[in-house]
């Protein structure tokens, strides 16, 4: 078992920055790929950004990339989301996720665990 735990949320106004943390614990986690989603009030959940246990695959939403930054420290079982420049389309619940193996996968479908998820407002 894996427990994520999410923070770093708010409100903040466009063009400004937050950085999301997942604090993970449980099973071994620098073995586990992470990813970033969210969801929007009446939408499904959408991939945002993944990263493998090496740190060495990232990727990322076409909506985010060059905005968000995702990183690891398995040192400290914690992965993070740099969110700059953001848009009111941000807005949304995110949510970390620890996949089944050691990869970076964009579908929700290959993550087992699952954080409670963090609110991020951004006003106009």
């Known amino acids: 078992q894996v427990q994520l735990v999410e923070s770093g949320g708010g409100l903040v106004q466009a063009g400004d920055s937050l950085r999301l943390s997942c604090a993970a614990s449980?099973?071994?986690?620098?073995?586990?790929?992470m990813g970033w989603f969210r969801q929007a009030p009446g939408k499904e959940r959408e991939f945002v950004a993944a990263?493998?246990?090496?740190?060495?695959?990232?990727y990322y939403a076409d909506s985010v990339k060059g905005r968000f930054t995702i990183s690891r420290e398995n040192a400290k079982n914690t992965v993070y989301l740099q969110m700059n420049s953001l848009k009111p389309e941000d807005t949304a619940v995110y949510y970390c996720?620890?996949?089944?193996?050691?990869?970076?996968?964009?579908?929700?479908?290959?993550?087992?665990?699952w954080g409670q998820g963090t609110q991020v407002t951004v006003s106009s």
């Open positions: 449980g099973r071994t986690f620098s073995r586990n790929g």
């Open positions: 990263i493998s246990w090496s740190a060495t695959s990232t």
């Open positions: 996720a620890a996949a089944s193996n050691s990869f970076a996968y964009y579908s929700p479908t290959y993550y087992n665990y």
